[in-house]
C-alpha cells in the first residue's frame, strides 16, 4: 500500500554511511546483518516430533540460527541419536522423551527447557499421528480419539503449558506445523487431514488471543515433502512421477524446504505476522 | 507430515562437527551461515515503486541482504533521492525512472540492469494507484480502467517483460504486493481492493506456469502498514485507536515489517514456496 | 463459463409450450415447476440438535418441503414438544431422543428412520456442544475432549452410521452445520470454533470419498443468528448494536434464514454441489 | 449455532395446523408454499449473455420460477432465438442485444427493463469473454484490456447502471457469475482466470457496500460445465474421462446445475446470504 507521489518520512533520515543504526525498534534491529546472522541468537526453543524428517529439518535450522533447542519424540533412542547427530555438528542442542498426548510429557518439557535455559521463547509443535489408512467409513472410534487428541488437543494444551513461560519473557513465537492436507484432502487420510484443518483454526484463535502477551502464532503447511511418513508416495519412482503430474510439481520437498520459513517466522524479522499459515508445496494448490 | 517412529534418512549422514556440508543442492546451501549472511549475494533486483513506505523498505533490505538493486518510481527526484540515501548506506543501489503502466518504461527498467548486472533475479512488483476514494457507484469508468491498467496488467506485462532474463539466468524470483484488502474490502476503496484480489490470482497462475523457468511467483498482502498511503489511518491518534481495535491488532505495522518476508521469499531458503501469499497484518482477520 | 459467439446445443431442443418436458435425468426434473412445489417430496431426512433454534427451523421447512423428518435432541420433553408443533401445522414428522455422542443413539436415530420410512435420504448434522467461554489458555482438557467429541467425532461416526442406508437407496444428501467462526474466531470460544473449522475439512473429505455412492456433502456457516445460543450477544439492544456494527450487517438473522439453503442443498437442484461450505451470515467476512 | 438444552423462543409460538401464517417479515414468507412455488414472482430480471449455455439455462430457470426475463447479448440473431424458444415454453421473457462493454448498451437494457415492468429486481451479470489461449508470457495487452474490460469494470458498470432502480424499489438481488478458475487456475486461460478471480472480490466490495441498500450481490462459481465454452474439454470421450479424473468429479457440470442456486440466492429464502460464492463444481477441489 504506497502511494508513490508522497514523500516518505522514512527517507528524510539520514543514516551513516555503512552503518548499522542503533533503534529503538526491534524491527530495526532485525534489518542489521548482525541479528541476521543469528536471527535467534539466545532463544530457546521446543521442537516436538523433531528426531526425524520435518521436525529434525526445523531443530536444525533453529540451532544454526542461534537457539538453544530441545528435540523431543516419544523414543529415547531417537532422541539420543538426533542430539548426538546435531551436537555433532556444534549446535547448542539437547533433547528429552516426550508424548504430546501426555499431560506429564508436555510439562517435562517446558521443564527442561525453563531448567537449562531460564525460560522458553519458542515452540514448534510438529507432533502428529496418522494410526489409519483408508476410507473414512472405517475409521473406527478411537482413531478419531487418537488422532484429534495428538494432532488438535495436544498442540493446544502443550501451548497452554508453554505461554506462561512465554509470557514471563515478554513474547515468544508459536509455529504450528498443520499439512497441505489441510486444504486438499490426501486420500485414505481422512480423520489426519481434518486434524490438520483444525489446526488452522487452532492457529488463527490462538494468534486472536495471544497477541496482547506479545506471543506470535502461525502455522506451516507442508506439501509433499520427502520423509519416512510420505515414502509409500515417492519410493517407487514411477508413482513418484504420476504424484508430482497430480500436484503440478517439479520436485518432492525436502524438510530442510520447511525449516528457512519456520526459523523466519520466528524471528524479529516476522514480528507483525501472526495467525498466518504458510504452505510450502512447490506451487500444489491450496487456498487464495 | 511425519511418523516419529520410523528412522529419518537425514540422520543417518553423519556431518562433520561444526562443518557446513559442501551440498550439490541449493537447499542445503541455505543452510549454511554463509548463505544466510547474505542470502541474495549477486543477485539482481528490480523493485518497482521503492522510492518510499513499503516498495523502499524491500529495496533497503535486498540490498542489505546483498542484492544489487534497481529501485524506481515514477519521479526523478523521488529516485534520485532514494538511491542516495541508500548508497549513503552503503549499499549496491541504482535508479531509473518507471511509470509501470508505460511498455517502454517497463523495457528501459529490465534494460538498464541487464546492462548493469549482466541479468534479473528478482522482481518486486509494488507499483500500484488508487485515485479513488468514495462509493462503487460513483466510480468513474476511466478510474476502472486506470487502476485495473497499473495494478493488474503492468504486473503482468512487467512479468513478461522480466521472465526472459530470468529464463537465461536459470530461474528466479518474483514477489507481487497485494492488499489485505484483498480479502477484506477497506471502505472506499473498491476498485484498489478488487485490483488486490485479482492479485492473488496472478500469483497463482504465473506461479503455476513459471515453475517449469524455475521462476518461483509470491504474493505479500500487508495489512495497515504505516505509509503515506494510510496516512488518514493513523495520523489522527483518536482514529488510530478506533482502526487498531476494527483490526484486533496491537500496533500499526512500519514499512520494514514487510521486507523481511520479501527478502526471504526471494531467497533459496523459500525455494520450494511458489503461488502463496504471506499476509503480514498483525493477526488482522484474512483467509484460513 | 461461456461463448455467447456459438449456438449452444440447449437450444436447439425445441420444447413443447408450457410444457414440462419428461426427462431422464434428474436434474432436468428439477426444473419442472412439479419438482420444485415439493423438492424432498418422500425424502427421508434427519436432523439432530432440531428441537430448538436453527436445527428446528431446518427441521420444519424439510418437512415443509415434503420430506418425512426425524427430529432428534437430547431431552424427550424437548423432542415431543418439536414433534408436536410441527405436528400440529400438517407436517410429517416424528421424533427421538439422541445423543451424537453415544453410538447406541446414533444407531437408534437411523433404526428408527429405516422402521418408519423404509431409509434415509438426507442427514442434517446440527448437534453440537459449548460448554466453555473463557481463554484458550484456561480450557481443561476435558472440555476439548467433550467438543472434539460432540462437533468433529460424533459428525463423522453419525455419517458413517447414515451412508449405507443412503447407499441403499442410490444416493442421498448431508448438510453438516458448521459455524462463521469457523473462519473468524469467536471470542472466548475457542475450542468451538476449532471443532467448526474442522468441519469445513470433514465436509471436503466425506464430499471426496463419498461421490461415488451418490452421497452428496455440504457445509453450512451460519453467522449471528438469533438463537439461545446467541441470546448473550442480541439481548441488549446496546449490545446489538455493537455487534451488528462489528459484523458489518444490519440485523441479525434468523433461524428460518438458514433453512432455505440447507433445503435447496438437499434437493435435486444441487446435484452438482458437493464439498461447499455455504455462509449465511448477511456479508459477514468469512472467505472469498 | 445451538444450545439444545435451552428451550427456543420459536417453538412456544402455537401456529395453526397447516396453516402458513401471515408473517411481518419476508423471511417467514419465504416458508410458505405459496411463496416457494413462484419463489421470483413478478420480479424482473436482467441476464447477460443468456442466449446460451449457463446464461441461458438460468433466465429460463429465474423464468420458470416467476420472474420476467429480459435475455441479452451481443447477436440479434441469438436474442431472438433464446426468447423464441423460452416464450414457446411460456415464460415471460424479452430480449435485448446487450455488449455488457458498451455504456449505450448497459444503459438500453435497463431502460427496456423500466420501460416494459417498471424497474428491475435481480442482475445476473454472466457475460464474460475469452480470445486468448495460451501461456501467460504471450499474452499481448490488447488482451488484458479486454479482458479486464468486460469480465471486471463492465461487471461492475452494469451494477452501478442497476443499483439505482433496485433502489426504487426497496432493494434487489445481484449473482455474478465467476468460474472455479477463480480458485483453481485453468490452464492456458490466465487472464481469464485472474479476471475471476477478481470477480470474487468485487462480489465482496458490493456486498458490503450495497447491503444498506438492501440489494444483495452473491456469486456462482461454476466447476467444468458443458457449454460450447468448453466443448474442447469434454467433447473427445478419452479427453473427458482425463478430464473428469483430474477434477476428481464423476460427471461433467450441465448448465441446468448452475441454474437453481442462482433463482435460489436471488430469492426471499436468501434474504441473509450476500458476500458469497457458491461453487458448483461437483466437488472439485476450490476452496475451504
Known sequence: MLNPELPGAMMQVGLPLGACARSWKSVRMASCGMARRNPLENKVALVTASTDGIGFAIARR???DGAHVVVSSRKQQ????AVATLKGEGLSVMGTVC????????E???ATAVKLHGG???LISNAAVNPFFGS????PEEVWDKILDVNVKATALLTKAVVPEMAKRGGGSIVIVSSIAAYSPLPSLGPYNVSKTALLGLTKNLALELAELNVRVNCLAPGLIRTSFSRVLWEDPARQESIKAAFQIKRIGEPE???GIVSFLCSEDASYITGETVVVAGG???HL
Open 62 to 64: 533453529l540451532a544454526q
Open 78 to 81: 531417537n532422541v539420543d541419536r
Open 99 to 106: 508424548h504430546v498426548g501426555k499431560a506429564e510429557d508436555r
Open 108 to 110: 517435562r518439557l517446558v
Open 120 to 122: 522458553v521463547d519458542i
Open 136 to 139: 473414512l467409513m472405517d475409521v
Open 257 to 259: 524446504d520447511c525449516a
Open 284 to 286: 500444489s494448490l491450496s
